[in-house]
């Protein structure tokens, strides 16, 4: 099998949130059910913990994988007292659903609030704005993919089965900023 570093991406995005100012962050997630789902909220968790900053499960909508439409959710998470100052977006479906509905609210990305998420989009380039993102590796995933399977082929793999935990690479773009009372 091979994988992606679902986990330590996540905790790549929290950090550099931190680093930008931020200490309520929100997570927009998929069903727990989902194992890179399940990855990428312990990757948040354990991010907050790293750094010290608030870890509220009110800050935490779990919702569809695919696409992200859920209004009264999203209104939950900016109603709070202290409502957060950026997103994290499990996936890229998710972060333009998201930043979709928060420009409905009259709110821009990254001026009011910001955003960022796991995988990248072939078209991300032509997304305003360009999303900050934990990018995996497309490539590397089909490339060891072929190998293995190569390998299985010719006999030359091993009789248990491997998994390969790929990386993610952190693209710093246009979708996240200081928030505005740290300017």
């Given at each position: ?124 380039s032509a997304f305003d704005p360009f999303l900050t993102v934990a990018a995996q590796p497309a490539y590397e995933f089909g490339f060891q993919g072929v190998q293995m399977l190569i390998d299985r082929i010719e006999g030359k793999a091993p009789s248990q089965a491997q998994t390969v935990i790929l990386p993610s690479e952190l693209r710093i773009r246009a979708s ?8």
């Open positions: 099998m091979i994988a992606g570093d679902s986990r330590e991406g996540a905790i790549e995005l929290i950090r550099y949130l931190v680093q930008l100012g931020h200490r309520r962050i929100a997570l927009v997630n998929g069903s727990s059910e989902v194992s890179t789902a399940r990855l990428r909220e312990e990757g948040y968790i354990a991010g907050l913990r790293e750094v010290g900053a608030d870890i509220d499960p009110e800050l935490v909508l779990r919702t569809g994988y695919r696409d992200f439409s859920d209004d009264e959710g999203l209104d939950r998470l900016l109603s709070q007292p202290e409502q957060p100052t950026a997103i994290f977006a499990a996936n890229n479906m998710l972060a333009i659903g998201v930043i979709r509905l928060l420009r409905k609210r009259g709110l821009r990305v990254p001026e009011d609030i910001s955003v960022v998420c796991f995988d990248d989009l072939d078209l991300a996240a900023t200081a928030p505005r009372e740290q300017e």
